[in-house]
């Protein structure tokens, strides 16, 4: 961040050759100054690169408000926070001014006796870029009162006429003048707070208590919805529709790379998880959301993916907090036991009740066998089968450390070494989680045996 400007009255700011802008405007000319320099406008996005992020640049220099619709965790949200990195670090407004106006044009009727009477001396504040993006989610108890306003009875009990533009306490985006205002959800709004900001986006002037108030304001309305609600069926009136300039479609990753990296940025992990693990995380997710024993309206969020490896890595730390061990690097074992408590995060077809268990157990084993059949192609692991000749078993399990599971591996040559080889495992705790991923890889090829009684897993 750099300093706050120190400039304090107008008289200074014209001298500075400061010129004023228009929201939408400003908001142009960033982005089309980030794409013409070749910098990402969209930092933390994945997935989005030929999809959502041409359409929204598209609407934004057209200057529309714009409404996102996707089902859960596709990233709506964070897409529209980072739309706060398009304004300018700093801009100027009149000193406690209670709209944030711009010192060249003041708008309410305060604003403006201030500046008449204090002409080039009319004190200027700066304000960063992260106080003008306002974010409501918007729920059925939302009122008028907390979008646009209401009359504020102090202020009449003050002595002002209740017409007096004065009385007036300015709700969320009045507030949000020369700013960004975002609203979650936006059909969980009543029909009659809907009806409140029809004027508010067209006409840029507001309406309390049969006030009509002509401020021009300059603000930018961004929304998420779901598809399903935002139909003339659903919960938005037509009107409201009517005024966003572009509605644009999010949708889940589409390649498992930007899966993966969604998972690896937003986790705050506890312990190591090898790449391996959280492809195989990825590849669950995906599935899940072409399984058609899920309820597909209702999505598969990556906040599943995120908390499945949040929790894997829980587990490992766990069990090296309790067993002793110097680094905590997650296994196969964690996954297993960290999917049973994230079934709750799915909702199944009407038909499947009874079978919900046995189809997430179906898909994790698919995912974690096209993962082990993408990393160990090309190593002969023969030997290690050979190894297991129906007397040796290797033993596993949530409690069992990296030190004892390899130290209980039989003699197979250099298969080990190949494997250490193909995943980096320059320690002791990934070399024990990509010899247990080759591990299940082979039972689930149905070239070796497993045996589970939940504590303990055995492979011979």
Known sequence: ???????????ELRASGHEQKHLRQEI????LAALAEGRNPWPGLHGFDRTVLPQLERALIAGHDVVLLGERGQGKTRLLRTLEGLLDEWTPVIAGSELGEHPYDPITAESQRRAADCGDQLPVAWRHRSERYAEKLATPDTSVADLIGDVDPIRVAEGRRLGDPETIHFGLIPRSHRGIVAINELPDLAERIQVAMLNVMEERDIQIRGYVLRLPLDVLVMASANPED?????RIITPLKDRFGAEIHTHYPLELADEIAVIRQEAALVAEIPDALLEILARYTRA????????????????FAIAGAETVAAAALHRAVVRGETEAVARLVDLESAVDVLG???EFEAGEEGREDAILAHLLRTATADTARAHFRGIDLGPLVEALDGQVTVITGEQVTAAEFIEGL????EVYEEIAERFDADTEGRRASAIELALEGLYLARRISKDSDGAETIYG
Request: aromatic content about 2%; overall charge positive; proline content about 7%.
């Open 1 to 11: 961040m750099t300093d706050r400007p120190t400039i304090s009255t107008v008289g």
């Open 28 to 31: 142009r000319d960033n982005l």
């Open 230 to 234: 935002y139909t003339n069926r659903g």
């Open 288 to 303: 899940l959301r072409e399984s058609p024993a899920i309820n597909q309206r209702s999505g598969v969020s990556a906040r």
């Open 344 to 346: 709750g995060k799915i």
């Open 410 to 413: 039989p003699e197979a040559g």
